[in-house]
């Protein structure tokens, strides 16, 4: 009887053993089936738009996720500034995290980041928001956000007079020529109950090291930049307001669209119906689609693996649209959006 329990153990065990193998090398297969750059038909930005003014010119470097750094050659404009990278290990076991200064410092000297007047981040979640304060500390440049964060901001040490904190509903600013509105928007979705991970408000200043939800959504925004070059609509996440946009015409939208495979197709209509449709413009760019715990210097952009985020797909369904054209911008290199007629 033993020896017949003992057998019946050790092939308990084999198939146990067989399981768990058959497991993990599922989930390798799965979490190393990732798009690559080929994956994605969408052409690249060619040449840039004709200037508003017929004098003026906008470069914009995209860094990944939604940071953007604008530069009209005077003034410099930064949504986000999110350099540090947080890896997978520290977002799965909620380990603390920090900014990385030399990362920070890695980036703004590559994009040449001499002249930023205005930090603005879309929201306050730590891959768009994290950075701030030491990015601010370095430039001295303004941050303009929300009361989370300037909670955040003002809580690390930045000085008041480089923070404007807007309400809600937002408000609008003037560097040098850009003219900056903020308004209400909503986060994408993600959340089983439909909305953001790590909802609510910053209520009370932390320091760093601390886990990624410490770093609360706090309310988020659209940025309509606006200049005699043209207007520029930012969407960093894929959530929205319906109607908010109705009287805004820009000339090309930023657009993210993270997480938009996993919320479906006809969340997405909904999305682009409000965003760009709503604002006719006639030129879109996909952000916030690249796999945002690679490390910092990495030497190319990096995607999600297909069962977490599948950009292919949803730049296909943002093709698929008639009334505007779907062009990708270059990762961490500057292009002319906008240009002085010849």
Not at 185 to 194: E, R, T
Not at 283 to 293: A, E, G, I, S
Request: with cysteine; net charge neutral.
């Amino acid at each position: 009887m033993q020896a017949k329990r003992g057998r019946l153990w050790g092939k308990v065990a084999a198939t146990a053993c067989v399981l768990a193998m058959a497991g993990a090398g599922a989930f390798c297969w799965f979490w190393t089936d990732r798009p690559t750059l080929q994956d994605i038909q969408a052409s690249n930005w060619s040449e840039p738009l004709p200037s508003a003014d017929g004098q003026s010119e906008i470069r914009v470097t995209w860094w990944g996720v939604a940071t953007l750094l604008f530069d009209d050659g005077e003034t410099q404009i930064l949504i986000d500034g999110y350099f540090t990278r947080v890896g997978v290990w520290e977002l799965a076991t909620a380990r603390p995290v920090s900014p990385d200064g030399k990362a920070i410092d890695s980036a703004l000297d590559r994009l040449g980041a001499t002249r930023v007047r205005a930090i603005v981040p879309v929201h306050s979640h730590f891959d768009h928001m994290m950075d701030t304060a030491e990015v601010a500390k370095r430039t001295g440049a303004i941050v303009v956000g929300s009361r989370s964060t300037a909670t955040f901001n003002l809580g690390m040490g930045l000085p008041s007079k480089q923070m404007v904190t807007l309400p809600k509903e937002g408000g609008t600013r003037k560097f040098g020529r850009f003219e900056i509105e903020l308004r209400r928007s909503l986060h994408a979705p993600l959340s089983p109950k439909g909305g953001p991970r790590f909802p609510g408000e910053i209520e009370l200043a932390f320091s760093y090291p601390a886990p990624v939800s410490s770093w609360r959504e706090g309310g988020s925004y659209t940025v309509i930049l606006r200049h005699p070059a043209g207007t520029i609509v930012v969407q960093g996440s894929a959530g929205f307001v319906p109607g908010a946009l109705k009287d805004v015409k820009a000339d090309v939208v930023f657009l993210g669209i993270g997480g938009l495979i996993r919320i479906g197709e006809p969340h997405f209509r909904n999305y682009w119906r409000e965003v760009v449709r709503a604002t006719g413009a006639p030129h879109v760019v996909p952000v916030h689609y690249d796999d945002l715990t690679r490390p910092a210097d990495a030497p190319a952009i990096g995607f999600f693996p297909r069962m977490i985020d599948d950009a292919p797909t949803v730049i296909g369904w943002m093709q698929e649209q008639t009334d505007a054209d779907v062009s990708l911008i270059p990762w961490r290199e500057p292009i002319v959006l906008l240009s002085a007629k010849p």
